[in-house]
Nanobody, 118 residues
Framework: QVQLVESGGGLVQAGGSLRLSCAAA????????MAWFRQAPGKERELVAR????????VHADSVKGRFTIARDNAKNTVYLEMKSLKPDGPAVYLC???????????WGPGAQVTVSS
């Protein structure tokens, strides 16, 4: 089991940058693949990026490719989402999630609010 808490959200202008962090409690962080999702009001939750156990393999959604970067530091039990060139999409909640390899994303953080203004 792992507990997740996101931080780093806030209000930013379009074109700006923000870095989200997700801290995991537990000694088995390195056993989980990690992901960032986002959910905007009235829209379905979408996968933004995911990263495998050792951090050597990552996938980003087409909508954020080239602008967002997922990374992890297993020594710090933390996964990051570096966001650049943010678009004025309005508010969204960014959630980090953890899954064992081959499993579904079972563990979720409470989310961090990100609002990009025009």
């Amino acid at each position: 089991q792992v507990q997740l808490v996101e931080s780093g959200g806030g209000l930013v202008q379009a074109g700006g940058s923000l870095r989200l962090s997700c801290a995991a409690a537990g000694r088995t962080f390195g056993m989980y693949k990690m992901a960032w999702f986002r959910q905007a009001p009235g829209k379905e939750r979408e996968l933004v990026a995911r990263i495998m156990l050792a951090g050597d393999s990552a996938v980003h959604a087409d909508s954020v490719k080239g602008r967002f970067t997922i990374a992890r530091d297993n020594a710090k039990n933390t996964v990051y989402l570096e966001m650049k060139s943010l678009k004025p999409d309005g508010p969204a909640v960014y959630l980090c999630a953890a899954a064992v390899t081959g499993g579904y994303y079972k563990y979720w953080g409470p989310g961090a609010q990100v609002t990009v203004s025009s």
